[in-house]
């Protein structure tokens, strides 16, 4: 077996219409397929998927469950961009206001310079720059 990459990650939130709007709107992510019955809905980024998934849906068990009960640690998304400044430029311009700042980080690709941001769940995000 080979692992290739991410093939996706499921976020469950209550807040799917924020959460929507900042993986699409501020990230590049495409909404590729919605099954409204599971409330789910998953948007394509790059070759892996960032599945969203309301806390009233029913994919895993058929019942709702708690927006915590299986928190995230973070996710990391590759991202290209000019420079780390123009990438910082970008996220600015498009509402995210934390300290933005770059360090070296080992992950699937090995060494390479990355930030942390949160999204309006409190998720924590890696963008390393490919």
Known sequence: MQLLGLDHVVIRTAKVEQLLAFYQEV???TLERLLEDEGLYQLRAGSALIDIL???GSLDSGAAVD???SPIAHICLQVRAP???ALIRTLKRKG???ALTFAT???ATGF???L???DPDGNTLELKLV
Do not use: D
């Open 67 to 69: 927006v915590r009960s």
């Open 27 to 29: 990230l590049g992510a």
């Open 105 to 107: 980080r080992y992950g």
């Open 116 to 118: 942390y941001i949160h």
């Open 54 to 56: 309301s806390t009233e």
């Open 96 to 98: 995210v206001m934390e």
């Open 83 to 85: 420079s780390e400044q």
């Open 112 to 114: 390479g310079r990355s």
